[in-house]
Structure formats: C-alpha cells, structure tokens
C-alpha cells in the first residue's frame, strides 16, 4: 500500500504519572490523517478511579474535579478503537502511549491493539539527525507549529499528525521511501544506514569548505546552471558557509531546498563586516536570487528635511537628499513614521508650517492660532533662531524634550487607566529611539557627517577603521593599536584621500544612497559601546587629524569599554 493510500491515527495520552502498572489514563486525544490531511478528530476526558496528582494538574491542566464525572476508560476505550479502525497506530514515542492503552485494556478485559504502529519520535530520529532534541517541543519549534495547549492530548495529537506529514515527505524524497511497509521497516533502520548525504553535499563539503577563507564577505550559492539562487553575508565565511552542509536534515525546510538546488558556492572578500553588508545587500537587489526573501527592493525611506533656503526654516518630509543647502536628518523607516515624527517636533518646538505664499501675506495662520507657531510673519522679533537649533539638536538626538513629553504623558495615561492610550504612547516612544537613537552616535545632518569609525578589533593589538563621507561608508582599513611610522604614512594617504576639501558634495541621494546609509547607522547603533567617532571637519588639517585618529586608537578606553559597559567617546 502507497503511503498516500494509508490512513494514520495519530494518538497523544495525558496520564496521571508515567507507570502503565500503576497509573492511569486521564485523557486520549487523536486525529486522523489520510493523504496528508486532518479528516477526524477524537478526544475524551477519562475518569481515572483516583485523584489526578498535583504535578500532573500543573502540567496539562488537568484537575480532579474535571475528571470526577467523566466515563472511565472502560467505556472510552470502545469509542477510541471504533475510531482508530484498521488504521496505522501513529504516537510521538510510541511505547508509551502504546503500553498505557493496551494496559488500560486488559484491565477492562478487552482485547490489546493489533494495529500496524508508528513512532514519529523514532523517524525524526533517523531524519533529523542534526537536531539536537527530537521531543515534541523542539519538532514544533523546528517546523514552526504552534500549539495553544501544550500537554493536551488533542492538541498534542494535532502536533504530531504535522509533524507526522513533514517526516514522510522528507523520508520521500531523501530515502526514496514511497510504501507503507518501508515506512514502517525505516523506523527501525540502524542510525548508520540512514546517514548518506548527497553526492553534491559531499562535493562541497571536501572540496570546497576547506578553501573558504575565514574572513568577512559575501558568499553566492549557485545551482546547476551556475545562477546564484542565494546571496548571503559573512563575518567568518568559513564558519557561515559550513553551517548549511552540516546536519543539512536538521534545518528549516526553506533552508533544506536551498541546499538540495545548490551545485557550487562562490564568495568575495569585502575586507569587514560592514562591507559585507552594505554588499549584500547591493548584490541581493541586483542579482534578484530566488531564495533570497529580504533585501530584495528598496524601501521607501523618507528624509526630515530642515529648509534653510527662506529667512525662518521650516520642517519637512522628502524621499531624496539634495546638496541645496538644506540639512536632512534619517532615513526613517516608513513616511508614516516620518510624518508623526515631523507632527512631533512642529506639535512642540513651533516652527512654521505654512507655505511661503502664506507667510508673505504677514497674517496669523491657523497654526499660530493652535499654538504650533512662533509666528515670525507678525512677530519678527522672537528667537527663532533658537527654536530652529533646538528642532537641530533633537534630530541630532541631542535633545529629549519630546522623549519627556511623551513619556510623562504614557505615566499619566497609565495613572488614569487609559492603558490604550498609555500603549499608544509607548509606541511613539520606541519609534523615537529607533529613529533619533542612532543619530546620536553620529550627531550630524547626512551630508556633513564626516568621521572615521574606530572599533576594536578581534586581536587585541589591532582596529579597524571605517572612514565616513558625506554619510556614507567609503573605505575601511586595519590598523595597530600603536601604529609604526609606515602605518601612521598610509593612514594619513588614507585620510588625504577621502576627506580632500576640494571633494564636491553629491548632487542627490536616491533610494539606494538612503539604504546604505541605513546600514551603516544601523551598524554604529549596535556598536555604539565599542566605537569612538572621530569627526572630520573642512578646517581640519590633515597632519592633525592624522594625530586625532592614532590618539583613539591609542586610547585604552577604546579596547576597555566592552568590559567596562562605559559609553562612546565623541571628539569636539
């Protein structure tokens, strides 16, 4: 009989303790599979003659009292047969489910099961071998099942029956198993008979690990026809590649069908991690692999824009940075983010938000009237200049008047029970320290943010650079800690290099500038314990901030502060 011509019941057992002599069934939950579907379920409560003991109600949930007036297993146990039929006796370890109901049975003076039986914990034995725990819980955290009540007997029955369908298509195609009775024969394989990998697996693995360097890049699994079908990122090649072709059985599906199509894997060097990022996610919107999911467009990510064009700046949204004399600060993920954030600082620092044509009629608007405007259209006088440079220092994370707000105003909420109210504000919260939290490591509009990044290296007499213009990553290099006279000479070629005052600023960035920028953000966020910025400035000479850099690397408070937890130094 084909396996997809079989019916499975697959039966979980709750028990008031783990003796077959001498306990008993308090639950029996199962469901029928045909064909790879749920088509029937089963459950019954069952009285067990004697109190359900404590541990046990603390586990299922299962109490005395629930079972008190319930049929005991005399009268279940017909039920459950007439419904298992001649069909294929499934349970996640077998034996003991199997021992409860046949022991239940002969107490009852009824005849044992004779049923063709199944163990899903012996197959996931034999065919995830990679896995390091083969209970229930690890199977359903490895194929994504959820279960709302763990230690139920249906809805562990359920679990199983999932997972049940997920070993026999894995035990299909990698052991060409197609019938019911080697299904059943294969669970009792020895280990060694079922560890063959493919011929492919094994190529890659001898041939080609052994070759991969142990530095940061990108790497390009390819398939047959030489397609990459998956880019991915690297701090340690090496060590990243190896993960897909060991224990291949034990990875998520998606990752399993990536390694079945793979042929060959390629890689490139990008001299750190961040390169590494930044690259890959270049490579991924270009090369389009069909197993890469993430990464594949790029987001909208807007720009707050502080327009310094007219005589009072105002705040602003746009989708692209242009060398206009404006100062932009993000990206912000997402306009809506970026339009609360712009109705934030305008709600409480009161800049102007009307058009140009309105502020040369010289008369009180509406937003005056609300308060959200200082008004310099009828009150040239006031200090709005000082409102200007503090809307500059919130978005360089340098001021925390709207973070206050907010949170005074969630303690409130949360004060008078307002608790949606209160989560509300909450949120704004945490989409302030995700937007203004990473500028204040670089404390600068996009195009003036000029520094090199200092971050300790894994050797512990060594860092690495990363030189920023123009708030993009441009260069990186490793350095000693106590650079020799030759090292000092190319990092000064370096920094004459990259921060020439001559340099013209770009002219625009567009979506794939605002990614990197991004990344990059993002990237010194994490680190922002183990980085010292050392900010470039057009005055700085080049001698100078030569001595500036080698001062950082120096400093020991650069390679201390893991341990220390201190926070990042930042040069004047």
């Known amino acids: 009989m084909q396996i997809c011509e079989t019916t499975f019941v697959v039966t979980d057992t709750e028990t008031t303790g783990g003796s077959a002599a001498d306990d008993r069934l308090i639950e029996i939950g199962a469901v029928k599979v045909c064909d790879g579907r749920i088509v029937d379920r089963y459950t019954s409560l069952v009285n067990p003659g004697r109190s359900v003991p404590g541990r046990i109600t603390r586990l299922t949930g299962i109490s005395t009292a629930m079972v008190f007036d319930q049929r005991p297993a005399k009268a279940v146990l017909p039920e459950f047969r007439r419904f298992l039929g001649d069909a294929v006796f499934v349970a996640h370890n077998l034996a003991f489910d199997w021992r409860f109901i046949n022991v239940e049975l002969d107490r009852c003076d009824q005849e044992s099961l004779d049923n063709r039986a199944l163990c899903t914990l012996r197959l996931a034995r034999r065919v995830l071998r990679g896995l390091r725990s083969k209970g229930l819980s690890s199977l359903s955290d490895h194929y994504g099942i959820s279960i709302d009540r763990r230690h139920r007997a249906l809805d562990d029955a359920e679990a199983t029956a999932i997972i049940l369908t997920r070993l026999i298509s894995a035990i299909e195609f990698e052991h060409g198993v197609s019938d019911l009775s080697g299904l059943l024969s294969f669970q009792r394989l020895a280990y060694g008979s079922t560890l063959e990998d493919s011929e492919h697996v094994k190529r890659i693995r001898h041939e080609i690990l052994p070759v991969v360097p142990r530095r940061p890049g990108v790497y390009f699994m390819r398939n047959r026809a030489g397609r990459v079908i998956y880019v991915g990122k690297a701090k340690n090649l090496r060590s990243r590649v190896r993960t897909y072709f060991t224990a291949v059985e034990a990875h998520p599906p998606r990752t399993r069908r ?55 700046p105002r705040v602003g949204i746009v989708q692209h940075v242009i060398d206009d004399g404006a100062e932009y600060f993000g990206p912000v993920h997402g306009t809506r983010n970026a339009a609360r954030l712009a109705d934030m600082i305008n709600a409480v620092y009161r800049l102007r938000e009307c058009d140009d044509a309105t502020m040369a009629r010289g008369r009180v608007c509406m937003y005056a009237e609300m308060g959200r405007c200082l008004a310099p259209c009828v009150h040239p006088e006031v200090e709005y200049s000082a409102e200007v440079e503090r809307v500059r220092r919130f978005l360089m994370g340098r001021d925390d008047t709207i973070r206050d707000l907010l949170e005074s105003r969630m303690r409130e909420a949360a004060d008078r029970l307002e608790f949606e109210e209160a989560r509300e504000y909450r949120d704004w919260i945490e989409m302030l320290d995700r937007t203004i939290g990473r500028q204040r490591e670089i404390a600068a509009p996009v195009m003036d943010h000029n520094a090199v990044v200092v971050e300790s290296s894994v050797r512990p007499d060594s860092a690495q650079l990363f030189f920023v213009r123009f708030g993009r990553f441009v260069y990186n290099m490793q350095i000693s800690r106590r650079p020799e006279a030759s090292e000092r000479a190319r990092l000064r070629e370096a920094i004459s290099t990259f921060f020439n005052p001559t340099q013209l600023r770009p002219l625009k960035y567009h979506r794939q500038e605002a990614d990197e920028i991004t990344i990059l953000l993002n990237w ?47 040069s004047a």
């Open 258 to 312: 990536l390694v079945r199509e793979t042929r060959d894997v390629t890689w490139k060097e990008t001299g750190s991690e961040l390169g590494a990022l930044l690259e890959e996610s270049r490579l991924i919107k270009e090369l389009q692999p069909r197993h890469n999911r993430a990464l594949r467009r790029y987001s909208r990510r807007p720009f707050i824009k502080l327009d310094f064009q007219t005589a009072f």
């Open 524 to 570: 010194i966020h994490a680190r922002r314990d183990s980085v010292t910025i050392v900010r470039w400035y057009e005055q700085t000479q080049d001698d100078a901030f030569t001595t500036e850099v080698c001062a950082a690397l120096t400093s020991a408070d650069v390679f201390n502060r893991k341990r220390s937890g201190r926070a990042p130094a930042f």
